[in-house]
């Protein structure tokens, strides 16, 4: 990889976005509370712009568990009147914490009254911040590393009965691949830190009540601290990745993951500044001992061209998906369960009730999506930036996909992520398709889906790459 004589140009932009502090929370099937009861660490959205002078692109990191695609056309739509670029050229990216606000209205009543008002001023917060980003402007010079770490796990295991359940398959695939890239000011100063890792951010589970952006949240904080700039964290291919402590009540626990994730981070992006990659030989100075004094080299990479393209890969989807008026009238009937339930306080009613709502939910959504179709858009939102390639799908792909985008593309550094531009559902391969579980069951696609995708996406990332 080498050097590129023209700049690429790079600016960053931040807003808190904390919602009220009971608004309707989490979404979890097994919690018994609706509303949070406080925050524990600030939300955030931000924006990094980057341009060759000629194409700027603006990619917005949200500290959200789901951008519905009418979420993402409206954030993307706001910040394109901000700042007067094409929409195909603002991607908006959800970590996927599970501890943030619903991001619909499902069998969660109290405190959603608040949830419309809130994203009323998330697409404020994206545009402000994205005007920041182009406004803050600058060359950089690009360094890019690969790190591992441990805290995901794949997470589709089964029980003495054979049932498949979320929980730890130590032997299932996993990718643990941590993919840094560092943008730095001329003067050497950290301008941004982006990573790209597959871990659901699911630490925090049905027992908490405070609203916080898990591991995430807490890597982008451990980061900033040890190498300075602001860190945007792209989340991976992680439809079938868990962490390696789940659904857990303690804070504490997600802040400690993160650090771990965070201080990989940041070994690899001061490694990039203080480990030579190459060296020639200056002079020896005398001093009793000789000492050898060397030029050190930090290699960087290209930063230029900059590229966007969106498109609409489809692909099958399965046979048998469910029906509107049977799905609706069983939200309806367990809504109404856990509404007597509530009533008479009975727990192990509230329980049944409220997992069934939740899943009942989930199924009619996808009767919305779906019903009656037998293919599906698949949108792919695509990033060049000189050696480095970002791919976004508005889907929950499973590792294995991510795998194999990042293997057979042409790009020296490919990063592969998830719940960009929106959300449609869960994505399996075609050797986890026939094992059925909670993700397979709840995805409107086939089995032949995600060699589909990985196909056009590998193809398309070919043609940039040879222009």
């Given at each position: 990889m080498s050097s590129d004589t023209k700049h690429l140009l790079a600016g960053t932009g931040r807003r808190c976005t904390n919602p009220p502090p009971n608004v309707a929370h989490g979404g979890w099937g097994a919690q018994k509370h609706e509303q949070a009861e406080g925050i524990d660490m600030d939300l955030w959205v931000t924006a990094l712009a980057l341009s060759d002078q000629t194409t700027t692109v603006l990619v917005l990191d949200l500290d959200i568990q789901i951008l519905t695609n009418q979420v993402a056309d409206r954030i993307r739509s706001t910040v394109s009147q901000a700042t007067g670029l094409p929409i195909e050229n603002i991607r908006a990216s959800a970590t996927h914490t599970h501890s943030g606000p619903v991001p619909y209205k499902s069998w969660i009543e109290k405190g959603y009254e608040m949830v419309g008002p809130w994203f009323e001023n998330v697409y404020r917060w994206c545009a402000e911040a994205a005007v920041e980003a182009i406004a803050n402007l600058q060359p950089v010079e690009i360094r890019a590393g690969r790190g591992e770490c441990h805290i995901n796990v794949n997470r589709r295991t089964t029980n003495a009965k054979g049932e498949m359940f979320l929980g730890k398959n130590r032997g299932g695939p996993c990718d643990h691949e941590v993919i840094v890239i560092k943008l730095d000011a001329l003067d050497g100063t950290s301008l941004a830190t982006l990573v790209n890792?597959?871990?659901?951010?699911?630490?925090?589970?049905?027992?908490?009540?405070?609203?916080?952006?898990?591991?995430?949240?807490?890597?982008?904080?451990?980061?900033?601290?040890?190498?300075?700039?602001?860190?945007?964290?792209?989340?991976?291919?992680?439809?079938?990745?868990?962490?390696?402590?789940?659904?857990?009540?303690?804070?504490?626990?997600?802040?400690?993951?993160?650090?771990v994730l965070g201080h990989e981070v940041a070994k690899v992006a001061l490694s990039l500044n203080s480990v030579p990659s190459g060296e020639s030989f200056r002079e020896v100075i005398p001093s009793g001992a000789p000492l050898g004094m060397y030029n050190e080299q930090f290699a960087t990479i290209a930063g230029t061209p900059v590229q966007v393209l969106t498109k609409e890969i489809m692909v099958p989807l399965r046979e048998g998906l469910p029906e509107k008026k049977a799905a609706t009238e069983k939200l309806e009937h367990w809504k109404n369960k856990l509404t007597v339930a509530r009533a008479n306080k009975d727990e192990a009613a509230i329980t049944e009730a409220t997992y069934m709502a939740r899943r009942a939910d989930i199924q009619l959504r996808m009767a919305d999506d779906f019903g009656g179709k037998t293919d599906a858009g698949v949108r792919t939102h695509f990033i060049r930036f000189g050696d480095v390639a970002l791919v976004g799908c508005n889907i929950e792909p499973f590792c294995e996909i991510g795998l194999t985008v990042k293997q057979q593309s042409p790009f020296p550094v490919t990063c592969m992520s998830g719940y960009t531009n929106g959300r449609m559902a869960y994505m399996a391969t075609a050797e986890e398709w026939p094992k059925g579980g909670y993700e397979v069951e709840n995805s409107p696609f086939g089995q032949s889906a995600a060699a589909t995708l990985q196909r056009e996406i590998v193809a398309t990332l070919n043609s940039l790459h040879e222009k």
């Open positions: 890792y597959a871990c659901h951010p699911t630490i925090m589970g049905p027992p908490n009540r405070l609203i916080t952006p898990d591991y995430p949240g807490a890597m982008k904080r451990v980061v900033e601290e040890a190498v300075g700039g602001r860190c945007f964290f792209l989340q991976g291919s992680t439809g079938d990745q868990g962490p390696v402590q789940g659904f857990q009540g303690d804070p504490k626990v997600y802040r400690k993951l993160g650090a």
